[in-house]
């Protein structure tokens, strides 16, 4: 079975511009999470997505937005790019909601780098 | 607020040495603790997951433990080898629901 795929791998955009990544998780899993990770730090939670609901969102402007699809993909949305916007954008998947937490099995990442 | 702490930031060693990897967290209120590997560039792979009411657990030669009441996790790997260069991250679930807060991580080089 294939993992989580996320696409595209690598992406190059300009201040104040717009921005669509995307995540298919796991066959049979129903969350996505989405992180971002500067250089040099720890992944931040950015959103969970469950049965195409928003579950969770972490501390980050409204700029970003996430959605979940029927199939369970789901898509990150940001708007009006910033430098600071730079970094490795990282999409989880596990089985369910993780209502006492699960393994989540991550992707291998969208490198965004805004000139 | 959960915090999670990772010492050494950074850690070099010879092949074939045991070594220890600290990661610290502020909350005691975890559901579980995962560890992650992840190569340059590239995402996160899983390691280990132990859950709060467990103590360790093991996978060949890595071995987690957890102490939940001091907040304290260790990843044991044995006999080190050059492809276990990387750089590990602890990361922890609090509260329900799949949201982790990871260390910063702690970057290692085995040489030969």
């Known amino acids: 079975d294939a993992g989580v795929t996320q696409s595209p791998t690598h992406l190059i955009k300009t201040r104040g511009q717009h921005v669509t990544l995307r995540c298919s998780p796991i066959s049979g899993h129903k969350s996505v999470s989405w992180y971002q990770q500067v250089l040099g730090q720890g992944p931040q939670f950015i959103f969970q997505y469950y049965e195409k609901e928003e579950r969770g969102r972490g501390n980050f402007p409204d700029r970003f937005s996430a959605r979940q699809f029927p199939n369970y993909s789901s898509e990150l949305n940001v708007n009006a790019l910033l430098l600071g916007d730079s970094a490795l954008y990282l999409c989880?998947?596990?089985?369910?909601?993780?209502?006492?937490?699960?393994?989540?099995?991550f992707g291998p990442g969208t490198r965004l780098l805004v000139l | 607020k959960q915090e999670v702490t990772q010492i050494p930031a950074a850690l070099s060693v010879p092949e074939g040495e045991n070594l220890v990897l600290n990661c610290s967290f502020t909350d005691s209120a975890i559901y579980n603790l995962q560890w992650f590997r992840q190569d340059p560039g590239k995402g996160l792979t899983s390691l280990l997951l132990i859950q709060s009411s467990q103590r360790e657990q093991t996978s060949g030669r890595l071995n987690a433990s957890l102490d939940k009441s001091s907040g304290r996790s260790t990843l044991y790997i044995a006999a080190s080898q050059p492809g276990d260069s990387a750089t590990y991250l602890c990361?922890?679930?609090?509260?329900?629901?799949?949201?982790?807060?990871f260390g910063t991580g702690t970057q290692l080089k085995v040489e030969l």
């Open positions: 990361a922890v679930i609090t509260g329900g629901g799949n949201k982790l807060t």
């Open positions: 989880a998947s596990s089985l369910e909601a993780g209502y006492f937490g699960e393994t989540q099995y």
